[in-house]
Every structure is written in structure tokens, then in C-alpha cells.
């Protein structure tokens, strides 16, 4: 009896094995479906296909109103996978009475902006399918070449500043061929003797401004400098205060700063693409006077976060940024052994 116990056991066992394991797949099957970045890629790519718009200025477009969007607006964005919006009275037309119509005909009636992209006959901003379809109409109807979309980028948000973040996103994503870039890096190898403390609005650091704006980072000179995120060198040259130094912008309208170099990666320039630990400089102590001036404090990285929301740009502090990076990649290293 006790052997037949332990016989319908072990079926027991190895039937919810099997059964969970098979519930295993297609739970990781159903995540990679409703992965809402592969969701919005698909989306690109098919606006693409039916516009030619090239998918990467959308992705970047989104992007870039993702980024200027107050948090109050996130609801939307729950709902829809899209940050994009068109304000309403656009949509439906200035003189239509219905700010909810999504009529094709009225909306045609009253010369509004809304269109049907996934042809139900609707023009709906809260569909995404017919929000982008409308954006992209918009596009490419100044034309295709990278000149041509800027214009287009100009002619829907009237801003420079939208042009030019628009253009750099649009880079980062064509070159890596995503959007799922959120990958960081610490800016100095791991390996290498540094140290750096949480020295975030002391009166003195080696910044040069009323507070210390960033966080020093002490290591060798020589010791290399990589960029912590995937973005676009927006800053490299010299700075009275800053010495030899570099901007880059992520994807998150985030300016990182890196100061006081010994000196730069002469194959990078302004507009180039980086990713996560790709080597901008090296350590050294430049800074407090004409191009050249050097030695006047231990050398170190200054390192500085800037974040953009459309109207200001201020700085916060990298500190914990830095600890979860510098975590990370120890955690990494540690599954590679
Ligand atoms: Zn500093």
C-alpha cells in the first residue's frame, strides 16, 4: 500500500510539474506580447511601412513628449501606449461644437487635424493607430529626407529645442535599432581605484558655483572616462571652469556632464552617437583658467546630471544614480564567473 501511495505521488508531482512548467512558457510567451515597448516598436514600424515616415523620427517624437509631459498626464499613457498627443480642439476641428468628435466626416467638416488609421470608419485620438497615422500624414507631407522631416518636426511643434532633441533621439534609435536603450554604466571602470562620497549642494567642491552641482568622482589620472547612458555628444571643448569637458543627452532628456578631463576620445565629435561605457575621455585636473590650465586640484571626475522638461533644465543629485550603476555592474560581473 505505502508503494502505491508514494506511485500516485510521484504522478501527482510530475503532472503539476509539467503543468506549471507549460504555464511557465506561455506566461513568458503573453509578457513578450504585451511588452509595451515591443508593442509600440510594432507600431512604428507598421506606421513606417504605411507612411513612410521612418519609424525611428516617431519612436523619437513620442519620446520626446514623453519626456515634457507633466505626471498628472500619465493616466493617459496607461491607457494608450503612446505620449504623443494632439490637443483636442485640433483634433476635431477650432469651430467644431464636439470636442469628443470622432466623426470622419465632421472632423473633415470642421477642417480638423484627426484621421482614421486603422480604417473603422472612426478618427479617435484615443487609439493609438489613428493618433500616429495622423502624426506621421502630418510628416510626410513636407517629405522624407532628413531635411524634409525637420521641417515637418518645425512645422507641428513651431520649436527649435524639438527639432534638435527630436533629431538626436532619432539617431540614438536608428543607430542601435530600438528603443529599449536603458541600459547604464558606471563612468569609470570598477576595477580601477577611485572614490567618490554624497557631496550634493556642499558650499565647496571643485564646480565653481554657488553649490556643488555634481558629484567628484577621485581616481588616477589617465583612468577612463565612459558615458554612463545611450545618447548624443551635445558639448566637448573647453570651459573656464570645467576645464576640458563633455555634455551628452539621453534618451530621458538627462545632460550628463563630465569635467575636469585630462583629455578626450579624439575620434568622438559633436553630434556623435555613445552607448553605455563607451570611453569619452580620461581623468585628470583641468579647469580654473585659460585652455590648458591643469594642476590646480587632485585629480578627479566631476560628474553632473541635468534634466530637461521642455521649459527648464535643472540639476539634481547623481549620487544615488551613480551607486545603482556602480551596484549593477558588480552584480554582473559576478554572474559572468
Ligand atoms: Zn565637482
Not at 476635431?92 to 477642417?111: C, H, K, M, R
Not at 558655483?209 to 577621485?218: M, P, V
Not at 569635467?259 to 559633436?270: E, S, T, V
Not at 585628470?284 to 533644465?313: A, I, Q, R
Request: aromatic share 14%.
Amino acid at each position: 500500500m505505502p508503494k502505491l501511495v508514494s506511485f500516485l505521488l510521484i504522478i501527482g508531482l510530475s503532472v503539476s510539474v509539467s503543468w506549471t512548467s507549460g504555464q511557465d512558457i506561455s506566461a513568458a510567451q503573453e509578457t513578450e506580447q504585451t511588452d509595451p515597448a515591443q508593442q509600440k516598436l510594432d507600431l512604428f514600424h507598421q506606421m513606417e511601412m504605411l507612411t513612410n515616415v521612418p519609424w525611428f523620427y516617431l519612436a523619437a517624437m513620442d519620446q520626446y513628449e514623453k519626456n515634457i509631459r507633466p505626471s498628472q498626464q500619465e493616466d493617459k499613457e496607461k491607457k494608450q501606449l503612446l505620449s504623443i498627443q494632439i490637443p483636442p480642439e485640433e483634433w476635431v476641428g477650432p469651430q467644431n461644437p464636439d470636442a469628443e468628435d470622432t466623426s470622419l466626416a465632421s472632423i473633415e467638416f470642421f477642417n480638423g487635424a484627426g484621421m482614421d488609421g486603422d480604417g473603422d470608419g472612426l478618427a479617435d485620438p484615443t487609439n493609438d493607430f489613428d493618433l500616429l497615422f495622423t502624426v506621421a500624414t502630418r510628416l510626410a507631407q513636407h517629405g522624407f529626407t532628413e531635411d524634409d522631416i525637420r521641417i515637418g518636426i518645425w512645422e507641428h511643434y513651431r520649436s527649435h529645442k524639438a527639432v534638435k532633441l527630436i533629431s538626436e533621439f532619432a539617431k540614438v534609435y536608428k543607430t542601435f535599432n530600438t528603443i529599449k536603450l536603458e541600459e547604464r554604466a558606471f563612468p569609470l571602470p570598477i576595477h580601477s581605484t577611485y572614490s567618490y562620497r554624497s557631496t550634493w549642494g556642499a558650499a565647496r567642491g571643485w564646480g565653481g558655483r554657488r553649490i556643488h552641482e555634481g558629484t567628484d568622482l577621485f581616481a588616477h589620472y589617465g583612468t577612463p572616462v565612459k558615458s554612463v547612458c545611450y545618447g548624443v555628444v551635445e558639448v566637448k571643448g573647453w570651459n573656464r571652469f570645467g576645464g576640458w569637458r563633455i555634455g551628452i543627452r539621453d534618451l530621458n532628456n538627462v545632460y550628463h556632464y563630465y569635467a575636469h578631463l585630462g583629455g578626450f576620445n579624439k575620434d568622438l565629435n559633436i553630434g556623435d552617437v555613445v552607448k553605455p561605457g563607451d570611453v569619452v575621455g580620461w581623468v585628470g585636473s583641468s579647469g580654473y583658467g585659460s585652455p590648458g590650465t591643469s594642476g590646480k586640484f587632485p585629480p578627479h571626475l566631476h560628474y553632473g546630471m541635468y534634466k530637461y522638461n521642455g521649459k527648464t533644465e535643472w540639476a539634481f543629485d547623481p549620487f544615488p544614480s551613480l551607486k545603482r550603476w556602480e551596484r549593477q555592474e558588480w552584480d554582473k560581473r559576478r554572474k559572468k564567473k
